[in-house]
């Protein structure tokens, strides 16, 4: 009997989701299909039917975290935009307590921009690109006149913050953390008409 297409979907997910929080936690090369297969409980042949390879898999996983990451749900869900900016940047430089269910692919694979393989590079673009789209969104509407450039200029700052912060011991790795918060903030204040209110 012929799976029908709700099961097939349904496959699709749990192998996206699967290699989704892997690859957002650990990077292309050190990632193998077999761990993906094991954590989605399924076999190679489920794999097969849906993706020809592995950066294929990535480049679908990546889009699936990029759609599921908190930035794009919260702010479908939270009407006040300011608060919403607020929590990006703060949960951004608080991996560790970040939703271990929708990674942000942005914040792990800063290794994987500079991959031999193309797929896996544009992948990691268009999260980055995505980001950035949403960021700029949101300062548009706080009237910022450079929010594209003030928006690109903050998603690096997260990304470099965090990739570096991970190879220091406690406390100065908060410590880093808490610095840096407060100069991004400081920097979005500087860029809109309506400041945010800075709290630690």
């Keep these: 009997m012929p799976y029908t ?5 349904q496959t699709r997910q749990r192998i996206l989701q699967a290699a989704a929080k892997l690859f957002c936690s650990h990077g292309f090369d050190r990632v193998t299909l077999t761990q993906i297969m094991k954590k989605a409980n399924m076999t190679h042949g489920a794999l097969y039917a849906h993706f ?3 950066s294929s898999l990535y480049e679908a996983a990546m889009q699936f975290a990029t759609s599921n990451a ?3 749900r919260d702010d479908k869900q939270t009407e006040n935009k300011e608060t919403h900016l607020k929590a990006l940047v703060a949960r951004y430089l608080s991996w560790t307590k970040n939703d271990k269910d929708h990674p942000s692919p942005l914040e792990f694979l ?3 921009a500079a991959h031999k393989e193309e797929k896996v590079r544009q992948a990691y673009q268009a999260c ?3 980001l950035v789209e949403r960021l700029a969104t949101i300062l548009k509407k706080r009237g910022s006149e450079e929010a594209d450039v003030l928006a690109e200029e903050t998603v690096v700052s997260l990304v470099g913050t965090v990739a570096i912060a991970r190879s220091f011991t406690q406390p100065m790795q908060r410590d880093f953390i808490k610095r840096a918060q407060a100069r991004i903030i400081h920097r979005l204040n500087s860029g809109m008409n309506r ?6």
């Design 70 to 72: 908190f930035w794009a």
């Design 110 to 112: 800063v290794t994987d």
């Design 128 to 130: 980055f690109d995505s």
């Design 52 to 54: 020809p390879g592995k």
């Design 195 to 200: 400041p945010l209110t800075y709290t630690s």
């Design 5 to 9: 297409p709700q099961h097939k979907e």
